[in-house]
């Protein structure tokens, strides 16, 4: 076990020096291909384009589950400058898809060295989790529109746990996500005499004061809503402009989906009434849809009885996550479940430039996604 540790150590590094974004995964791609290719005995079948599917079968028919590890990298700019730093300018793994890659890529060789007696496991490497589409493209495939999985089952590393920890809960696990993009196309004029023009300022002001009245941050709540601007401009930096264009960006989410979409009918309503009142063209663009984690019963059983049977500690969380993890689409069609994997409690939070996963823990993925996966096929 401690020389596989070090391999996927190895690997992972390797992927972390060399972060694609979601959809551009050829080089990873080739990475995990060659890994397999050295250290597994499987079918592999390329799948959504830059993502893997490693097939294992047992001798007998029986079900079928599927494991899944994200591949992507996010567009930020690392600042941590050890030995193994991003070589690619502003991308880096700040979500740690570095180390999911590794624990499959791990689960692959055990499943080599103790291979199953009946069924088949597919390990999905799936590209695109950070833009909402991999998912997506994934069950398009034509090799998943040909396939019945009886599970299916994924893991997140989460700083802020203590390491090693499991983190469970039965059905919503993380949020449904929806982004909006508001352009807002006025018309320039002096800023001696901003009359003359459509300046979108106070329409603006108003779409963000409408963000901050209809969210309600309490993740207790079955009514939970959140709406965060995450981007926002406005004109140039010439003072004799009065602006004539600008933009607005958000993020919505909640447990619930039909809140989102009456939140999204109530914020149209409010753009159809600012066109009107400030003499504007404003156009909406919905993309990075999100669909909740929804965990099944008979799935969250099952890894609580592993963890336990491999003494980890288990967390049985009561508030689902704000984030969102496009593995909802899957959860949304099989019986299966998200799980949390502890990073450590001073470990920088997700998203951070200074965050890296800790290869510590990879061995607890690789056990328990294994153990998981012999569970459900011997049953």
């Not at 979500?95 to 890659?101: A, F, P, V």
């Not at 989410?253 to 914020?267: A, M, N």
């Not at 063209?281 to 008979?298: A, G, L, P, V």
């Amino acid at each position: 076990m401690e020389a596989l540790q070090k391999s996927l150590e190895k690997v992972r590094k390797e992927l972390h020096q060399h972060p694609e974004i979601s959809g551009e995964e050829y080089e990873t791609q080739k990475k995990i291909k060659a890994f397999l290719a050295k250290n597994a005995s499987c079918t592999i079948v390329e799948v959504a384009e830059t993502g893997l599917v490693a097939v294992f079968e047992g001798k007998e028919n029986g079900k079928i589950i599927m494991l899944r590890a994200d591949i992507d990298a996010l567009p930020i700019q690392e600042v941590n400058t050890f030995q193994h730093q991003s070589k690619n300018k502003g991308v880096s793994h700040k979500c740690g898809h570095d180390g999911h890659t590794a624990i499959l890529l791990g689960v692959a060789n055990m499943l080599t060295k103790f291979p199953i007696e009946k069924g088949k496991v597919l390990l999905l490497f799936q590209p695109s989790e950070e833009n909402g589409k991999g998912a997506e493209k994934v069950l398009n495939d034509p090799f998943f529109k040909n396939i019945n999985i009886d599970f299916a089952f994924a893991l997140h590393n989460l700083p802020g746990f203590t390491k090693h920890e499991i983190v469970v809960k039965s059905e919503t696990f993380t949020s449904n996500v929806k982004s909006v993009a508001i352009q807002l196309n006025g018309k320039t004029a002096h800023a001696a005499e901003p009359e003359k023009g459509h300046n979108p300022a106070n329409a603006i002001a108003t779409i963000l004061t409408f963000a901050e009245k209809e969210s309600k941050n309490l993740p207790e709540s079955s009514d939970f809503i959140l709406i965060t601007p995450v981007y926002v401009t406005m004109g140039e930096k010439a003072y004799g402009i009065s602006a004539g264009y600008g933009e607005v960006h958000f993020t919505l989410r909640s447990w619930d989906t039909k809140l989102i979409e009456e939140k999204k009918e109530k914020l149209e309503q409010l753009l159809n009434q600012l066109e009107l009142e400030h003499s504007l063209k404003i156009k909406t663009s919905w993309f990075e849809e999100f669909y909740s984690n929804t965990n099944n019963q008979e799935a969250v059983s099952i890894i609580k009885k592993l963890a336990e049977k491999q003494k980890l500690s288990i967390n049985e969380i009561k508030t689902p996550f704000k984030w969102g993890e496009d593995f909802g689409l899957f959860t949304q069609k099989y019986k299966g479940a998200m799980f949390g994997l502890g990073a450590g409690k001073d470990t920088p939070a997700l998203h951070n430039p200074d965050y890296d996963f800790p290869d510590d823990i990879t061995m607890t993925g690789v056990q328990l996604f294994y153990s998981i996966a012999k569970e459900v096929l011997d049953s």
